[in-house]
Nanobody
Framework: QVQLVESGGGLVQPGGSLRLTCAAS????????MGWFRQAPKREREFVASISWNSGVTHYGDSVKGRFTISRDNPNNLVSLQMNNLKPEDTAVYYC????????????????WGQGTQVTVSS
């Protein structure tokens, strides 16, 4: 059984930064791709970023490229999302995701999910 716990969300002004962290447990963390998704009110869940099991490959949604950076800390079973130059349209609940297939480069729809953390970007 996997457990994913996000932290780091909150209220920030446009142009500000936040760092989200996801702590994972229950599986051999290092062999699974990790990712972040987000969902704004009345909108579908959107892909934000992913990182491969060995940290060699990262992917980003078009709306966050150049502003967000995903990273992982395997010894501590952590994945982070550094969010810079935040915009009001980044407001959403952000979900940590772990792939259910080993040794992949990205996270797909069969991922396991955390409970989410709210990010609000507003002046």
């Amino acid at each position: 059984q996997v457990q994913l716990v996000e932290s780091g969300g909150g209220l920030v002004q446009p142009g500000g930064s936040l760092r989200l962290t996801c702590a994972a447990s229950g599986r051999t963390f290092s062999v699974y791709a990790m990712g972040w998704f987000r969902q704004a009110p009345k909108r579908e869940r959107e892909f934000v970023a992913s990182i491969s099991w060995n940290s060699g490959v990262t992917h980003y949604g078009d709306s966050v490229k150049g502003r967000f950076t995903i990273s992982r800390d395997n010894p501590n079973n952590l994945v982070s999302l550094q969010m810079n130059n935040l915009k009001p349209e980044d407001t959403a609940v952000y979900y940590c995701a772990q792939a259910t297939t080993r040794f992949t480069a990205t996270v797909t729809g069969d991922a396991d999910w955390g409970q989410g953390t709210q990010v609000t970007v507003s002046s």
